[in-house]
């Protein structure tokens, strides 16, 4: 039987010391007919080892309706890296962050009446009890000592910066025990003292989350964990992008010299990101500390391995660190190939909004009253007799609102920029289209409602008798011709065999994109990302079939499809 655990100083692989050299791969960012090109990439990099979160909710987004295959099959996802002869590290949770949306938890846990989220609130408990014994089940008979490759399971997720609840820490490790967990368990946390500190437990092993001095972060980890190995479980090598910012990127020589130390540390580590992926769909997350960040839709990270899978510059500087260390495969993946480009004409199929059929009610219904999960809700209340300009003003929007009177846009409302009241003009009928833009991922805010937020009040007087329509983005049906303001656009393009391409979608203004069905994710006219990244397995030999979903404008309308990616301009 093989064996992993936890010595004096080091990880024992059969009782002799062994530095894990990891990396993350998320597999519900990833299509799953590329997770064995993804696994072998980064293995040709030199790591012994690849680790996942969970996220719950992708395998529950409905309550009670638990799925595992496909997409969300991770036991398959571990047999192929361990088909490769890595080991795993599995890190479910309950909460993940990873800049995914609502931090990983499913929407009808966080908007539970009365729950208490990430602590020993028995609500909370008893269904993540159930969600863990579930990938428990599928994750114990996997581990190093049954013949499997996981060595580490990791209990929560930077606990230490959001609470301190030791009761609940504990609830999670006899849950993770009683299901028949027996290798070590871990925590992360940024090394601060104090969320070291508030986010651990003596019999659980502390690891640490940085992306650089890496010499005094060990050193600070190393006062709180006196003995057994150090490890870096999240040695951040990129960072991710939101909407009205810049594209960012590490240099891949500091990266690889922070690296460097941490391996002639002896120091195990768990890069972060190997390979970033995509929020294919409306799964990206969003940051909240005083302003209001969604995240994009590519998630490459600016790591070894780009978003399509290929070799980076930063992939040769980490395998040359990595080959001082330990072996490296003689494997040489090839650069990223040009990607067919070509341009074809959309069709406008007219606008695609849904009549008005929701129920009524005084204020506007959220997203999660309605049991709506998609990303947009049509909203219409009677507007009384007034003359002149009036003062619309909402409690708050969550997160974008396109206003109209008597069918007529009257302007935007953004929860970025703070904006909740508008001027309108008198009508018969006010209807205000709004976008989930992304469920934040990250401290206080996680589970927020989505929707109209409170009463809505028109000179000072509520407005009420509103109706709530959800919006299902991926059967919208256009209503005419047409391809100006918010419209449906259709094309078919023919390829000679299945490719990855990079969508452009410059010329357009906002909205979403799906290829022969497969929702690509969201698209806007606004820094930093500017094309889409079409997976190969979602394009076919012969006939495929594009389908733009717009929600403002489309200046151009034209699929271009382009050589490469654009994903926006770097910091000067």
Request: charged letters at 20%; one cysteine or more; aromatic letters at 10%.
């Amino acid at each position: 039987m093989t064996t992993f655990t936890i010595g004096e100083t080091d990880f024992l692989l059969d009782g002799r010391p062994h530095q894990v050299i990891s990396g993350t791969l998320h597999y519900f960012r990833i299509h799953p007919e590329h997770w064995a090109d993804r696994i072998r990439t980064a293995k040709a990099m030199g790591l012994n080892t690849i680790e996942t979160y969970v996220a719950w909710n992708v395998h529950e987004p409905v309550k009670g309706e638990w799925d595992a295959t496909g997409w969300n099959d991770l036991g398959r996802f571990l047999d192929l890296i361990a088909a490769e002869g890595l080991h795993a590290i599995v890190r479910p949770g309950p909460y993940i962050c990873a800049e995914w949306h609502n931090g990983g938890l499913p929407v009808w846990l966080t908007s539970t009446p009365g729950i208490g989220i990430r602590r020993s609130e028995p609500q909370y408990l008893d269904a993540v009890t159930a969600y863990l014994e579930r990938v428990y089940e599928i994750v114990a008979p996997r581990q190093i000592d049954r013949g499997g490759n996981v060595v580490l399971v990791q209990i929560e997720n930077e606990y230490g910066a959001y609470g301190s609840d030791k009761d609940y820490l504990r609830e999670l490790v006899r849950v993770t025990r009683d299901a028949g967990i027996t290798v070590p368990l871990t925590t992360v946390d940024q090394p601060m003292p104090w969320m070291l500190e508030n986010g651990s437990l003596p019999e659980l092993h502390l690891t640490g989350s940085f992306g650089s001095r890496s010499e005094e972060r060990l050193a600070t980890l190393r006062e709180h964990q006196p003995t057994g190995p150090l490890m870096c479980s999240e040695f951040w090598d990129g960072w991710f992008d939101w909407w009205g910012s810049i594209h960012h990127t590490t240099d891949p020589a500091a990266s690889a010299h922070d690296l460097d130390v941490l391996l002639a540390a002896g120091a195990s580590v768990n890069i972060y990101m190997v390979h970033g992926g995509t929020n294919f769909g409306t799964t990206n997350g969003a940051n909240d500390k005083g302003r209001f960040d969604p995240i994009v839709t590519s998630y490459d990270y600016d790591a070894p391995i780009d978003e399509s899978g290929h070799p980076t510059a930063k992939f040769h500087a980490f395998r040359d660190v990595i080959a001082k260390y330990a072996p490296v495969p003689d494997l040489a993946p090839a650069a990223r190939p040009e990607a067919p480009a070509f341009e074809v004409a959309l069709s406008g199929e007219g606008d695609w909004m849904p009549a008005s059929t929701g129920s009524v009610s005084d204020d506007p219904a959220t997203f999660e009253a309605l049991g709506h999960l998609g990303p947009l809700v049509r909203y219409d209340v009677d507007l009384p007799s007034f003359s002149g300009a009036a003062a619309l003003v909402f409690g708050e929007v969550r997160d974008l609102a396109w206003v109209h009177v008597d069918g007529v846009f009257v302007g935007h409302l953004s929860r970025t920029l703070h904006e909740r009241a508008l001027a309108i003009p008198a009508g018969a009928q006010l209807t205000v289209l709004v976008e989930d833009q992304g469920r934040v991922n990250y401290a206080d805010r996680l589970g927020e409602a989505k929707g109209l937020i409170g009463t809505v009040t028109l000179n000072g007087s509520p407005l009420t008798g509103w109706t709530a329509t959800p919006v299902d983005v991926a059967s919208a049906v256009g209503t005419g011709e047409g391809a100006v303001g918010r419209a449906l656009l259709r094309s078919a393009f023919d390829l000679d065999a299945p490719a990855d391409l990079f969508l452009d979608t410059t010329g357009w203004g906002k909205g979403f994109a799906f290829v022969n069905g497969f929702f690509l994710g969201r698209y806007w006219n606004n820094v930093p990302q500017n094309t889409l990244y079409v997976p190969g397995p979602a394009t076919r030999s012969g006939a495929n079939e594009i389908v733009v979903l717009e929600l403002e404008h489309a200046v151009e309308p034209v699929a271009r499809f382009v050589a490469a990616p654009s994903l926006g301009q770097l910091e000067e």
